[in-house]
């Protein structure tokens, strides 16, 4: 028996407890009686995101989607590692002349975890979720467009938009398809090339391959996602051979370990997570624009993403990333001008200001932090740092709304669109971009899309809806030998079935 599989063996000897715990997030312990188990050629890898529950469309937590989304739960249709729309669960798709009506046509011979047959019932339920009245999901406000779900016979579902958009395909990739009214999230309810295993919350999640999958098999005997609160440890674990791959390093630090070194690779590509100080801009002083232009450049985000990634990443002035159409170059709109910050805070009537960060603990997070509260003291204003945990994080700020400011990576693709729902957790509320948004969503052509995009991105960075600091690079390392990653993040899908190791 090798080290792997003795690690892999000791594991899963607790996990039956450990799932047993996960409450509504992970199943019982039952469920995971006759499920398949990861074979010689297991997948290892390292992250520090890990999933909050396996509830799928709950915001503020990527840990579900990184690992189960397209591997375990699939959608319709999804996006792949390029950022393009790909068929999923449906193999094709009409679009009506009036781009109101989709009628999508499934895949025959699709199966649940469990052997029941995938029908249009657990299409239309599972789109019907997303929008009912009970659902938190962040892209909810974004799919209300959807007017009618209906089946038309098992293996077509025809949706009826109560107006067009051009982004509902975009949106319906981040839709995963679940048995008809399953809400239990258990272990057998997924369609996708993996059924799940294992989960012993705070420490790993096991997925191995479902036999009787209807695309083609994994590379791979299964995979283990490992998850850490510490990078030193993450690597540690990688250098050990405990780890096959790290989905992400989130300090350059940790790379000079790696560098030269034959028995690791390290790729760096292009990534969609955006680190911002967010602002709540639906309460005093922050629903004031001059305050947060004032707070904005008083931040000297070049020496911010220097401390954090010594040269790599790039300074950005709003959420959109290079690698979408309607990117418009506003990192210089709120340079780094301490005069002008205390100008802008002195027209607004803002003397000796004194705010909260509330922000989730870790490294990188105290660095940003450290240096916002200096850069503010700069210009008379004391921001009292709060660190605070996941859970705290999303019930206080993201669900309840009740904060100053906070700080958090968004690692969401298209997620400036969330500045145009007035109810986002950060309540930038403007109507010029509400506006270009729903105009956007009709438009005729992805080029005037495009157009409208770039305006409502321009409008929300002179406007400072946040104050956007950096973009993170993805980097990646793996053991030597280890392939079929991908190199760019461009969802937040972390799709594992290409991934193998060489002997």
Not at 67 to 90: K, S
Not at 100 to 119: A, I, K, M, N, Q
Not at 310 to 332: H, I, K, L, N, Q
């Amino acid at each position: 028996m090798s080290l792997r599989t003795l690690k892999t063996t000791a594991l899963a000897a607790v996990a039956t407890l450990a799932l047993a715990a996960c409450g509504s997030g992970g199943g019982s312990a039952d469920d995971t009686a006759g499920a398949a188990q990861p074979g010689e050629n297991e997948i290892v890898i390292g992250s520090t995101n890990e999933p909050t529950s396996l509830q799928r469309f709950v915001g503020g937590s990527s840990g579900v989607s990184q690992t189960m989304t397209r591997n375990v739960y699939e959608p319709l249709v999804a996006i792949d590692v390029d950022g393009e729309i790909v068929p999923a669960l449906a193999e094709t798709w009409d679009i009506s002349e009036d781009a109101l009506t989709y009628t999508f046509h499934l895949r025959e011979g699709v199966t649940f975890h469990d052997g029941t047959p995938f029908t249009s019932a657990d299409a239309v339920w599972a789109l019907t979720e997303i929008i009912s009245d009970e659902s938190v999901a962040a892209r909810k406000s974004d799919l209300a467009v959807m007017d009618r779900i209906t089946a038309v016979d098992e293996q077509t579902v025809e949706v009826v938009l109560s107006a067009p958009t051009r982004s509902l395909l975009f949106y319906l990739a981040g839709v995963t398809i679940v048995k008809d009214g399953d809400t239990e999230h258990t272990t057998e309810n997924g369609t996708g090339p993996y059924e799940l295993v294992e989960w012993a919350q705070g420490d790993y999640l096991t997925i191995a391959p479902y036999e009787e999958y209807w695309g083609d098999a994994p590379a791979n005997d299964g995979v283990t996602f490992r998850f850490f609160t510490d990078t030193t440890a993450l690597n540690n674990a990688l250098l050990t051979g405990d780890l096959d791959l790290v989905i992400a390093e989130d300090s350059p630090d940790q790379l000079a370990q790696f560098e030269g070194n034959d028995a690791f690779t390290i790729s760096e590509g292009s990534s969609t997570t955006k680190q911002i100080w967010a602002f709540n801009d639906r309460v005093a002083p922050f629903d004031d624009v001059r305050v947060r232009q004032g707070l904005y450049r008083a931040i000297d985000r070049e020496s911010i993403l220097e401390a954090v990634w010594a040269g790599r990443g790039e300074v950005v002035g709003s959420m959109v990333p290079p690698t979408d159409p309607w990117f418009v170059d506003v990192a210089d709109t709120h340079a780094y001008d301490p005069e002008s910050a205390r100008q802008l805070l002195g027209e607004a009537g803002v003397e000796d200001l004194t705010i909260t960060l509330d922000y989730v603990a870790g490294d990188t997070e105290e660095t940003i932090a450290q240096l916002l509260q200096s850069d503010l003291a700069d210009v008379g204003v004391t921001l009292e740092l709060n660190p605070i945990d996941d859970a705290t994080w999303y019930e206080r700020i993201y669900t309840n709304h009740d904060f100053e400011t906070t700080l958090m990576g968004h690692v969401n693709p298209r997620d400036m669109l969330w500045y145009a729902n007035p109810d986002f957790y950060w309540g930038y509320d403007s109507a010029e971009v509400q506006q270009l948004v729903a105009d956007s969503e009709r438009a005729g052509s992805e080029e005037e899309q495009a157009e409208l995009l770039s305006q409502a991105n321009v409008l929300m960075a002179e406007e400072a809806a946040s104050a956007w600091l950096y973009l993170e690079p993805q980097i990646r390392v793996a053991a030597a030998g280890v392939t079929g990653f991908p190199v760019d993040q461009v969802t937040e899908s972390f799709y594992v079935a290409d991934i193998t190791r060489e002997s």
